[in-house]
């Protein structure tokens, strides 16, 4: 919103110092803040074949060229990569991987990331294991990568020690994310001596690493050798970080002077050995976010007041996480040890928390978490709230969840607690079916509907109507998860869904279904773009028959299948089905025998150019313009629809708002798009200037289209 701001104010003022009579009239530093708006690849789709200044523009622009390779058609990267990557690689700034066949590419070239000299930010996610060695050798070679993050497949890296001290050689990287083994199980980690990160012995040879995230299991007696390669650390996050079964908790004092912040999940460390890393290496922290093992240790208030005065004297933010199992007698046990939390001390350093249970038969479940501040993503609508330590009534601001999960509807009825930037939502459970549903008023009072961007329903048997209601309520979700849930069939509402629009590009559906089911439900995303599949039986053969056929114009954006956990017989029947000519070009990967994706080439809606609207006894045929009641309209794909002058100066206005508020208008724009070669070869004014735009024309300079 900052940029587009600043793209408003220099519009403004270049029309205050002489008018602007067309689009091309804007000064070409302003063009280079327009294409920096969009994603460098859409900005280059849109604009470089417009005109010549268009394409001097992007060939002699002095800005770094920023690149996501993420939902992209095969011939779209072909190009890109002709285009783009080969004669301006040394201009690329920012690279991020993550379509497994890009990824191969890439990886697979020869040496062609190490042509990368400018490179400051790598993103690579779902990289094979077999890759990750070659890969760090080939980025000893950038001078300048200040910023590496790499996310494996869940695939057992054996050689991790190395690969860490790989990546501790890399001369200018400020901030790393690992995630190579996320899964790892803490009996497994003890066993592997000779695979330990040993102390760093060459004191010439220390990483520059300011910010250092592992999503990962660290063994507790690797922290001080992994913290001895990093001296000037700033902020440490590990993901699980636990104690081995065969070792004694050995905790080396050393001197971390630069560590102020720290995040841990702490897998099995109990508090005594917890207290024995604080009082050895994090007596520096001043903002320790922890999440603990069911320890009831960890809620004495005493102990830890006491570990807080005497050996962390910096300490600024204190947040806690703890969650238990436990017997329903024993819970009152633990209702009086939270009550301590409330003393003088907490209250002085404005430290509050806040204790959720929730009684099942004989058992019940408990969680105790800071309230001031409260910085986790992820947040769980499950557990009764029975308490909280601070005075005040007011609706605590829960600011840095991202993720919010809802499993229980009663919690959420009566929830306090508000989540301003949750952009994530699961549903789990039955709280879709009819008798639990929870309205989109209720869900609008904790959260921004209109923020969602992702959404993830478990275990639900619900209405089809109260899914649309649901999708109707949440504009802007992108990603769609259906995981083991069923809808009634009341699939009759087919006619009504067919005029129903939604931005959803990516889907997962892990549901066991009859084909003209799941033909039905993926007809429901016309702008789906990547689709994955799980389910050990049912239609993948007819369904990848279907969605690949040269005929289907219902999915045109398709470009990314992932076949998952399918029954190996159906393995031959897929390969004959892509070898077949009615299917479009595919190129195929299997990663396992139960596992196969995709990579297909899109298709654009068929076009009309013959066909005429009869108007007041007159046929009107298609780019024809009328005035009706003071308004323009225009035959647009044999339907007549709102047309738009947009001239000059206000045409980028228009763009924009159109590109921002397209759900708006979508009841305007025909279900099936038309996009016409000859209209991105001509100039913008002649588009929408000369010859007028509808809602549909002006939302093809978007980046998503």
Known sequence: MEQKSQITSSINSISSLHIVTCFEDLANELFCEIFEYFDYISSYEIFFNLNQRFRNLFINSPHPIKINFSSLSKSIFESSYENIILPYQHKIQLLYLSNPFIIDFFLLSNSLIQNFINLQTFLIKDIESKYLENLLNDLLLLPNLSTLVIICKHHYVSNRSNLYKQVFRLSALKYCKLSLNPYKVFECVSREGADRIPPCVETNKFSPLTHLIIEDTIVLYELSALLSYVPQLRHLSINQLCTSSNVQPNICPIVSQQLTHVSLHLGNVYFDVFELLIKNILHQVQVLHISTPADQTYLNANRWESLILLYMPYLQIF?????????????????????????????????????????????????????????????????????TTTRSTKQIQMNSVHHLKIEDENCTINCINYFPNVTQLTFKECLLQEKNYISPNILNRIFPLKQITELNIFLCNSYFKDFIQLITSLPNIHKLCLHRSKFQKDFHLSKQVENFHNKIKDVTIVIRCAFEDMKFLVNFFPQLQHLTISMTKGCFVEIIQYLLSKNNEKTPYLNSIWLKSFDLSLSEKIMAVLQSEKIRHVDSMSNSSHDIRLWCETILPSTNNNCTVEYDGHLLEEDQVIERKGKLYKVEDCALQRAYNACGMYLLQMVSIACDVIQNEKHKVPSKRRVRKSLRRKLLTESCCETLCTVAEMIRYCPSH
């Open 319 to 387: 947040d806690i996480d703890y969650h238990v199992y436990t017997s329903r007698v024993d819970g009152e046990i633990y209702r009086n040890l939270i009550d301590q939390f409330e003393s003088s001390f907490w209250i002085e350093q404005q430290w509050f928390f806040a204790y959720h249970m929730k009684v099942m038969g004989d058992y019940c479940q408990i969680y105790f978490y800071s309230t001031n501040p409260y910085k986790k993503r992820q947040f769980t609508l499950d557990l009764e709230l029975i308490k």
